[in-house]
Structures are given as structure tokens and as C-alpha cells.
């Protein structure tokens, strides 16, 4: 479950992104962890899920997510930090 709470909040818009995050050598340090779950058992996890627990399990991640980007990222010069995803690199 966090795995997919940490995907959303480092910007993964979708399953396969949480591949790279298992190749990124910060992000795993900075969770403390050798290795988290694939993509696939992801997948497996969250198709046992229906549509209301799905709306439940996002509004969880969207309740917390502004509390932790405040925390950790304050607002330089009133700007607020948006997450970024590979994609917008």
C-alpha cells in the first residue's frame, strides 16, 4: 500500500512508473529499503480492489499528500513545489 502512496506522491501517473522508482538509487535510500514491489504485484494488488475502494484509497493519499509537500518541501519566494514525473523532464 505505501509503495503505491509513495508512487503518487513522487508524481507516478501509472503502474510502470513505480519501475523506475525501484532503479533509482535516492529514492530507495531515502525509504530505507533494498527493495520494494514490482509493477506486476502492484497490479495484482489493486485489481482486487472495487471502484469504491479505489475512490477511498485515493481520497486517503490526496488527504495527506499537501500536509507531507508542505513539510517537506516548503514554498520558495510563494511558489508552490509541484511533484514532477519523468515525463516532465
Known amino acids: 500500500m505505501l509503495n503505491l502512496a509513495y508512487n503518487v506522491l513522487c508524481g ?19 525509504l530505507g529499503a533494498e527493495l520494494i514491489p514490482d509493477p ?6 489493486t485489481r482486487r480492489f472495487d471502484a469504491a475502494q479505489v ?15 508542505r513539510r517537506r518541501f516548503p514554498a520558495h519566494k510563494g511558489q508552490r513545489w509541484r511533484p514532477q514525473s519523468h515525463r516532465d523532464q
Open 12 to 30: 507516478g501517473t501509472r503502474l510502470e512508473d513505480i519501475e523506475r522508482l525501484r532503479h533509482d538509487t535516492a529514492y530507495m535510500n531515502a
Open 40 to 45: 506486476t504485484t502492484a497490479g495484482d494488488f
Open 55 to 69: 475512490r477511498q484509497l485515493m481520497e486517503c493519499i490526496n488527504a495527506v499528500r499537501p500536509q507531507l509537500s
